[in-house]
């Protein structure tokens, strides 16, 4: 007779859930990072997330969603799947998995409601060098970053880190800070044209001693992909 199935029987590996977010500021590509309030590796940074609840997550998407609440206060227009992590080294604790989410959103202000952290704020690429950051949340970072750039050269995902109201020099200047290099102006107008994602207003401001066009993106539309990448 076949022994029932007993999920004790097994040894069962830690399961998080952790969140990359990007965004631009001052010309700069930043990650949302947290600063760890318990151990292991307390008072270092890292992504915001955590474990899955079962009392009260439906999916990973929600446990996702949840931590960027409690820990940062940030809530995403959307967030993308990028890959699971798995080791048995990443995590003292243990053989561990998790599920990391990414996304671009728009610069605004950051807090952290739940006494795991301590600090929540902006990071600049730049400068994760220089920072404590823990378990291989750095190499994570690295691999969102690459799925980013790689997104920005055949989608319209750029313009979720733009204002309501935006101009042709906004976009393209974000493009150009997620992928570290410059694009064709005309190639990017012929793009935004294609997508039908936009809606140029009745106004035009001030942007290099001339007059820019005003867009917004169309209510309820879904961003546009491209068989082909932006020409440089």
């Given at each position: 007779?076949?022994?029932?199935?007993?999920?004790?029987?097994?040894?069962?590996?830690?399961?998080?859930?952790?969140?990359?977010?990007?965004?631009?500021?001052?010309?700069r590509l930043q990650v949302l990072m947290v600063r760890r309030a318990n151990e292991p590796f307390i008072h270092q940074w890292g992504l915001p997330g955590g474990f899955v609840d079962v009392d009260i997550d439906q999916s990973?998407?929600?446990?996702?969603?949840?931590?960027?609440?409690?820990?940062?206060?940030?809530?995403?227009?959307?967030?993308?799947?990028?890959?699971?992590?798995?080791?048995?080294?990443?995590?003292?604790?243990?053989?561990?998995?998790?599920?990391?989410?990414?996304?671009?959103?728009?610069?605004?202000?950051?807090?952290?409601?739940?006494?795991?952290?301590?600090?929540?704020?902006?990071?600049?690429?730049?400068?994760?060098?220089?920072?404590?950051?823990?378990?291989?949340?750095?190499?994570?970072?690295?691999?969102?970053?690459?799925?980013?750039?790689?997104?920005?050269?055949?989608?319209?995902?750029?313009?979720?880190?733009?204002?309501?109201?935006?101009?042709?020099?906004?976009?393209?200047?974000?493009?150009?800070?997620?992928?570290?290099?410059?694009?064709?102006?005309?190639?990017?107008?012929?793009?935004?044209?294609?997508?039908?994602?936009?809606?140029?207003?009745?106004?035009?401001?001030?942007?290099?001693?001339?007059?820019?066009?005003?867009?917004?993106?169309?209510?309820?539309?879904?961003?546009?992909?491209?068989?082909?990448?932006?020409?440089?």
């Amino acid at each position: 007779m076949t022994k029932p199935y007993n999920i004790n029987d097994f040894k069962n590996p830690l399961f998080t859930v952790d969140s990359v977010l990007f965004t631009v500021k001052e010309g700069r590509l930043q990650v949302l990072m947290v600063r760890r309030a318990n151990e292991p590796f307390i008072h270092q940074w890292g992504l915001p997330g955590g474990f899955v609840d079962v009392d009260i997550d439906q999916s990973t998407d929600e446990t996702a969603l949840r931590k960027l609440k409690e820990k940062t206060s940030v809530a995403p227009q959307y967030l993308e799947q990028l890959q699971a992590f798995s080791s048995a080294y990443r995590d003292p604790r243990g053989f561990s998995v998790t599920l990391v989410y990414y996304a671009l959103v728009a610069e605004q202000e950051v807090s952290c409601h739940i006494d795991t952290v301590d600090d929540a704020k902006w990071v600049d690429l730049e400068e994760l060098d220089d920072l404590a950051v823990a378990f291989d949340h750095r190499f994570i970072i690295e691999q969102a970053q690459h799925r980013l750039q790689q997104k920005a050269l055949y989608s319209m995902v750029p313009v979720y880190c733009l204002p309501e109201l935006f101009t042709i020099a906004q976009l393209k200047s974000v493009i150009e800070v997620i992928i570290g290099k410059e694009i064709q102006r005309k190639s990017l107008i012929r793009r935004i044209d294609a997508s039908e994602m936009f809606e140029a207003l009745d106004e035009k401001v001030k942007s290099g001693g001339r007059l820019a066009q005003v867009y917004k993106v169309k209510p309820d539309v879904d961003i546009a992909h491209f068989e082909r990448n932006l020409s440089m």
